[in-house]
């Protein structure tokens, strides 16, 4: 059984009272409202089995508001909703005091995009965060809190694999071709120092998760190690197959080496087998490093006085009241504004009202692409969909900065698991369109996809599933103070 607020007793009153009855749209403004709250504190996955039951009742009540209905039956539809939709919050606003670790693990994998990087393990931990969620509901609190840890664990795990995939993927290419190259036969020596620069730069990932950037010295060195393997066993490699005499080897290592010096200015002879003139060269790169250390320190003198006069330029900004700071800023803040109208006045040039619908709410700019259609059940694209997405990139082009979210929405026919990854396949192939027509990285745009969550019309009518078929471009401006 699930724990549920008190019944909406007001509303099964205005039923039964002459002249009390409330208007239709007025009731569902007041569901719809609790939906808002609810999905403000994330009862859709906070509190799953309570927002999935809200959200059917109040399918239930639009299709029989659509139908011409207005008895008790409605009213007592659009009061389970209103009742589940509270219920939700009321469970979320718990979980999201009792799960506080799980949320913080699961939006540091976000941040470090475990959702793209390694999509099965972000799909497991949100499972397990889905399991302790609904042993909340049921009032099983310790069960939830033991599975709670579990979804954790997850989550970090998920972001630890994000993270090695971001920034040791290169270095673990290195090595399989290395291996390719036969560097365990050729070069065991560095191949054994790579691998150990690798399980070190692995474990200073799993020491600075918050902070990967902390070990970016281990990354590297491991990534120059893996380089070194391989090349010295692509170049032993070339002497075992007779494609080079080990005189040849020495004589271009040689060669290099005096490439080198000539190239900072130092004399260098033959130095194989010639630790005279070895000692010379590395005397001669001493001097050259002084010489730059100088440099850098009356650089660095040169810097401390720039700093003086700053602090002195700052001072005189005090006392004269930030007066010239606090111009700049609002200049600043009102050519953002007035760019971003501009933009927006653009892209609405572009779209007609059949192609697109551009929604803007503070932080965010929204293209519905209710031109874009896909065939029934498919995530393909049509070819006649080309204009509209380049209009869409040529959108998105304009605001180089922002983060994009390509949402994919479908009504609610069919069972919600198969509209779930339907809209994930669809916003999947819209986020690789763009990405291959704007050559983006990919970490810029993001897909996501709400099944038949977030409806903008009733499913009622053919009309009403078309609205509810779309894909949404959020393109995140940050301009939250910018509105109109």
Known sequence: MRKLCGPRVWLIAAVCLPGAALAAEDVFQAVMASRARA???????????????????????????????????????????????????????????????????????????????????????????????????????????????????????????????????????????????????????????????????????????????????????????????????????????????????????????????????????????NPEATAALIAAMGELRARAEGAEQELGERDRQLKGMEEELRELDARLGGATSERDRLLMKQAAEQGLREQISTIERQLSPDEARVIQSPGKLVLSLNGLSFPPGSAQLKRDATPLLRKAAQAIAMFPRAGIIVEGHTDSAGDAESNQRLSEARALAVRNWLMNELGLPPGRLQALGHGESRPVASNDSSAGRKQNRRIDIVIQTGTGDAAI
Do not use: C
């Not at 080990?246 to 005096?258: F, K, M, T, W, Y």
């Open 39 to 273: 999905e403000a504190v994330e009862a859709a996955t906070l509190s799953p089995d309570n927002y999935a039951a809200a959200v059917k009742a109040l399918e239930r009540a639009r299709r029989a508001a659509g139908s011409g209905r207005t008895d008790a039956a409605l009213q007592a539809e659009i009061a389970k909703a209103d009742e589940m939709f509270r219920a939700a919050v009321t469970t979320a606003q718990v979980a999201q005091d009792s799960f506080a670790e799980v949320l913080r693990e699961r939006e540091a994998a976000r941040s470090a995009e475990a959702w793209r990087l390694v999509p099965d393990r972000w799909l497991k931990a949100g499972q397990d965060l889905g399991a302790a969620s609904r042993r909340l509901e049921d009032g099983e609190p310790e069960r939830a809190m033991e599975l709670a840890q579990i979804a954790a664990a997850s989550y970090r795990e998920a972001q630890l694999q994000a993270l090695r995939s971001r920034y040791l993927s290169p270095t673990r290419t290195l090595l399989i071709e290395a291996g390719r190259m036969k560097a365990d036969r050729y070069a065991p020596l560095t191949l054994a120092e790579a691998s150990a620069k690798l399980a070190a730069a692995e474990a200073a990932l799993a020491s600075n998760r918050a902070q990967p950037e902390r070990a970016a010295a281990e990354i590297e060195a491991a990534r120059l190690a893996a380089v070194h393997a391989l090349n010295v066993a692509t170049l032993v490699h070339r002497v075992e197959a007779g494609e080079q005499s080990v005189e040849e080897l020495v004589l271009s290592l040689e060669d290099s080496i005096r490439r080198m010096a000539g190239a900072a200015g130092l004399p260098a002879g033959s130095i194989a087998g």
